[in-house]
């Protein structure tokens, strides 16, 4: 895991914490700690890279419902990000949101290939963004 990434999820945490406020920046010990303390959805092999840092997670596996639940807040969580990011951070958070998305298609039922397909014939009939029009 890139160090770029993270200062993105202990960021994410922080900022997200019950009072709403932003603390400030945490040292590397603290950031491993609240990282352990998150409460949230994380990526497969995210236990695993915190116990090759010395660490042990306390993980659940999540029943259906609320794995549909943390993935809505994970979607929320990477919007957020790809909205402060920028320059190269761009593209990590769009992949970020990407796996997000692909998770919650599989988890209603849908392939990939259903969604960019339908995606496509959205764009047929509606357009897509590229005119950079804005509805007043």
């Known amino acids: 895991m890139r160090l770029p990434r993270i200062r993105a999820i202990v960021r994410s945490y922080f900022t997200s914490v019950s009072t ?5 920046s945490p ?6 700690r609240e990282y352990r303390r998150m409460g949230k959805l994380v990526r497969d092999r995210i236990p695993d890279i915190i116990r090759l840092g010395g660490e042990e ?16 807040d994970k ?12 320059g190269a951070e761009v593209a990590e958070e769009l992949a970020d949101l990407l796996e997000v ?5 599989d988890v209603h ?27 007043h």
């Open 20 to 24: 709403g406020i932003a603390t400030a």
């Open 27 to 32: 040292t590397a010990g603290e950031k491993r």
């Open 57 to 72: 997670p306390t993980v659940s596996v999540l029943g259906a419902d609320a794995y549909r639940e943390a993935l809505q």
């Open 75 to 86: 979607l929320a969580e990477e919007a957020g990000e790809l909205a402060e990011a920028t």
């Open 101 to 105: 998305l692909r998770a919650i298609a």
């Open 109 to 135: 039922g849908h392939s990939w290939h259903d969604v960019e397909r339908v995606a496509a014939e959205k764009r047929a009939r509606r357009g897509a963004f590229t005119e950079r029009f804005y509805l």
